[in-house]
């Protein structure tokens, strides 16, 4: 695969099924933000999480593959991106985040005053909550996008909601 294409010089970027969108779109904006999130993620696993938490991210960081394709299929292409059988984002997905979150709910975790990123000197947890900013991004990218561009899938648009409670939760829990 080549990297170095030229493709996007004129302001162009492909999606799925050979279709291609302006870099500067909403979608674009929505894919980028996803792979920020992805490379906020990867920055906290380098940084050192427990088993628990690094295994927790890996399960996020693939599902956000399979996420940035769906959302690189323009609403014309849904049913093609199905029937080829891609990730996608289910109803399931987003119950694991909210047994996850209950988890660590359960752990009885405690602060005070508003959270402060990085307070405690960990990049491991000051990682988390910066994937947590950003998936609050992604979810109100996302909420535009269905609203502006068409239908995205409510397990889409709640995943980012859980995501984020997860990820703070798991900043706190260490």
Same mark, same amino acid.
């Given at each position: 695969?080549?990297?170095?294409?030229?493709?996007?010089?004129?302001?162009?970027?492909?999606?799925?099924?050979?279709?291609?969108?302006?870099?500067?779109?909403?979608? #674009?904006?929505?894919?980028?933000? @996803?792979?920020?999130?992805?490379?906020?993620?990867?920055?906290?696993?380098? %940084?050192?999480?427990?088993?628990?938490?690094?295994?927790?991210?890996?399960?996020?960081?693939?599902?956000?593959?399979?996420?940035?394709?769906?959302?690189?299929?323009?609403?014309?292409?849904?049913?093609?991106? +199905?029937?080829?059988?891609?990730?996608?984002?289910?109803?399931?997905?987003?119950?694991?985040?909210?047994?996850? #979150?209950?988890?660590?709910?359960?752990?009885?975790?405690?602060?005070?005053?508003? %959270?402060?990123?990085? #307070?405690?000197?960990?990049?491991?947890? %000051?990682? @988390?909550?910066?994937?947590?900013?950003?998936?609050? +991004?992604?979810?109100?990218?996302?909420?535009?996008?269905?609203?502006?561009?068409?239908?995205?899938?409510?397990?889409?648009?709640?995943?980012?909601?859980?995501?984020?409670?997860? @990820?703070?939760?798991?900043? +706190? %829990?260490?």
């Amino acid at each position: 695969m080549k990297i170095v294409t030229k493709r996007g010089d004129e302001g162009e970027t492909d999606l799925l099924f050979g279709r291609r969108m302006q870099k500067s779109s909403l979608r #674009a904006e929505v894919l980028g933000t @996803l792979d920020e999130l992805n490379s906020a993620l990867g920055w906290a696993r380098a %940084a050192g999480l427990s088993e628990e938490v690094e295994g927790i991210v890996d399960r996020v960081q693939a599902k956000l593959v399979g996420l940035m394709g769906e959302l690189a299929c323009l609403p014309e292409d849904v049913e093609r991106y +199905r029937e080829k059988g891609f990730d996608r984002v289910e109803a399931g997905d987003v119950e694991w985040l909210e047994s996850e #979150a209950e988890n660590f709910e359960d752990r009885d975790i405690r602060f005070t005053g508003w %959270a402060r990123p990085g #307070a405690d000197g960990t990049l491991a947890r %000051a990682g @988390l909550d910066f994937a947590r900013s950003i998936a609050r +991004r992604a979810e109100r990218r996302t909420w535009e996008l269905h609203e502006s561009e068409g239908p995205i899938s409510v397990s889409v648009r709640l995943y980012f909601n859980r995501l984020s409670d997860l @990820l703070w939760l798991m900043a +706190r %829990a260490g």
